[in-house]
């Protein structure tokens, strides 16, 4: 059964982190200054690991699959109605860009984390209203 304290948890912590990054972060010092750096990436990471958090707690629950990684719980998602494909889509780059951040798979590029700060935030506003929508 779904928890709905558990589910509004994480996607208040979700809201939390994307208010904290439109209010305190300053992506235009990603390049030059570390603490900047980390404080973005670290707070981005807790949003996105909300968001895979709840999204695999609701395809546990309502039994919609098996994903063979993060950024299947997406797709389980969309499939079910929880979210439209364009938020699957980039839900599911997020997922893999956590991944970058989490394991360091990668180099992070700052370019990149500046332009999910400025352009994406309102994604994971959009995927926590469709998951309250259907709760």
């Known amino acids: 059964m779904t928890d709905p304290e558990l589910i509004a948890k994480k996607l208040a912590a979700i809201e939390?982190?994307?208010?904290?990054?439109?209010?305190?972060?300053?992506p235009e010092n990603l390049s030059h200054d570390i603490r900047e750096q980390r404080f973005?990436?670290?707070?981005?990471?807790?949003?996105?690991?909300?968001?895979?958090?709840?999204?695999s707690h609701i395809v546990s629950d309502r039994r919609l699959g098996e994903p063979e990684s993060n950024r299947g719980l997406f797709e389980l998602l969309r499939r079910d109605g929880w979210i439209d494909e364009d938020l699957h889509r980039t839900l599911s780059e997020m997922a893999g860009f956590r991944n970058v951040l989490v394991h360091g798979y990668a180099e992070v590029d700052v370019e990149i984390v500046r332009y999910v700060v400025e352009h994406r935030l309102d994604d994971l506003v959009r995927y926590v209203g469709s998951v309250r929508k259907r709760l």
């Open 16 to 26: 939390t982190a994307v208010e904290q990054l439109r209010t305190l972060a300053q």
């Open 40 to 55: 973005i990436e670290h707070t981005l990471q807790i949003a996105i690991q909300a968001a895979l958090d709840t999204a």
